[in-house]
């Protein structure tokens, strides 16, 4: 499936941004969606995935209670809203995708975090967080 990554840009401190996250190709509610980010020297890290069938949500603690992820399969997008931005939120923005199956939806909790377990990745936004 093919990911486009969009909505970063500059914002200061305590400010908002949405990421958006399109899908092509294939049916979004047939995808395990993730967000990822990267800064420069880091891993790259997990930050918030959203289940296919359930819509479960998972987020990293440093962003919990700040970010909220959401899907719209009719417009087949992932949402990533992130509120109360930090500089330490900076970095660049990926999503990526898996196909979901009843095994890895029940194991989703312990895997979303790990890179590997996705098949498909979009180019990556930048986020900027001036403080």
């Known amino acids: 499936v093919q990911l486009q990554a969009s909505g970063g840009g500059l914002v200061q401190s305590g400010g908002s941004l949405r990421l958006a996250c399109a899908i092509f190709?294939?049916?979004?509610?047939?995808?395990?969606i993730a967000w990822f980010r990267q800064a420069p020297g880091m891993e790259r890290e997990g930050v918030s995935c959203i289940s296919a069938s359930d819509s479960s949500t998972f987020y990293s603690d440093s962003v919990k209670a700040r970010f909220t992820i959401s899907r719209d399969n009719a417009k087949s997008t992932v949402y990533l809203q992130m509120n109360s931005l930090k500089p330490e939120d900076t970095a660049v923005y990926y999503c990526?995708?898996?196909?979901?199956?009843?095994?890895?939806?029940?194991?989703?909790?312990?895997?979303?975090?790990?890179?590997?377990?996705?098949?498909?990745w979009g180019q990556g936004t930048l986020v900027t967080v001036s403080s």
């Open positions: 990526a995708a898996r196909r979901t199956n009843y095994g890895v939806h029940a194991r989703l909790w312990a895997i979303w975090r790990a890179p590997h377990e996705y098949d498909d």
């Open positions: 190709g294939q049916r979004l509610d047939d995808y395990i």
